[in-house]
């Protein structure tokens, strides 16, 4: 009776050892067949990529990046000239900031003006 359950254990255990076996192949299977396909998009229709072609790409991209870096720029240089004139107008009609003193001034002539209006204002 024991030799039995030794031996079916043993059964068992072979058929464990053979589903795992079957599981690594099908994995393997499933591996090559991405890899394969991954490898087949480096061909333009057929044809392996050049590799004399790859650093000419690398340059027209940094060409390519350098132009739009300066559009980029020459937009942001436009921009701000655009906002220094409008400035400049500005000043030369008249209109320019308030200096801080000139700020602190007005806030206190409205505080004044609130408390002339409301001298009674209710309390919270």
């Known amino acids: 009776m024991k030799d039995a359950l030794i031996k ?15 599981r690594h192949g099908v994995l393997a299977c499933v591996l090559a067949g991405v890899g394969a396909g991954a ?7 057929g044809n392996p990529r050049r590799e004399e072609a790859q650093p000419r ?3 027209q991209m940094q060409m390519q990046d350098q132009r739009n ?9 436009e921009q701000r000239r655009q906002m220094q004139m409008e400035r400049e107008q500005r000043e030369q009609r008249g209109e320019r900031r308030m200096t801080p003193d000139e700020r602190s001034d007005l806030r206190r ?16």
Do not use: C, H, K
């Open 39 to 45: 490898l087949a998009q480096n061909y333009d229709r």
């Open 69 to 77: 870096f300066e559009e980029r720029q020459r937009a942001y240089d």
């Open 8 to 22: 079916t254990e043993a059964a068992a255990g072979g058929a464990s050892r053979l589903a795992r076996l079957v």
């Open 109 to 124: 002539q409205i505080n004044e003006a609130r408390r002339d209006l409301y001298p009674n204002a209710q309390r919270r």
């Open 57 to 59: 790409d690398r340059f």
